[in-house]
């Protein structure tokens, strides 16, 4: 299984920025797939996750309205459209993926490499 993320860079505040994760050597429709984030210094946190239904999504109170996660089966990938970015955005976002609902970090089987986000002021 590989997931890669991409489309990290340095933006400014306010600005917007969309990742994309893409996966492969998996069946990307069967799998919960979520956002997380560590910050420097910082353990990995939860930002956006499809919620139980596989339809509904779930965000951190921090990103709540700003972040929308989104995928495409056909092109086996996932999505995170970060609007309104602060600087206290700033981390490496990874994305996850499991047969299970990522409730928190420990239920994600499989981990993309992370894509560096830096929001300058």
């Known amino acids: 299984v590989q997931l890669q993320a991409f489309g990290g860079g340095l933006v400014q505040a306010g600005d917007s920025l969309r990742l994309s994760c893409a996966a492969s050597?998996?069946?990307?429709?069967?799998?919960?797939m979520a956002w997380f984030r560590q910050a420097p210094g910082k353990g990995r946190e939860f930002v956006a996750r499809?919620?139980?239904?596989?339809?509904?999504?779930e965000y951190a109170d921090s990103v709540e309205g700003r972040f929308d996660i989104s995928r495409d089966n056909a092109k086996n990938t996932v999505y995170l459209q970060m609007s309104s970015l602060k600087p206290e955005d700033t981390a490496v976002y990874y994305c996850?993926?499991?047969?299970?609902?990522?409730?928190?970090?420990?239920?994600?089987?499989?981990w993309g490499k992370g894509t560096q986000v830096t929001v300058s002021s």
């Open positions: 996850a993926a499991s047969k299970r609902y990522i409730d928190t970090w420990l239920a994600v089987e499989y």
């Open positions: 050597r998996l069946t990307f429709s069967t799998y919960r």
């Open positions: 499809f919620a139980l239904d596989g339809r509904n999504t």
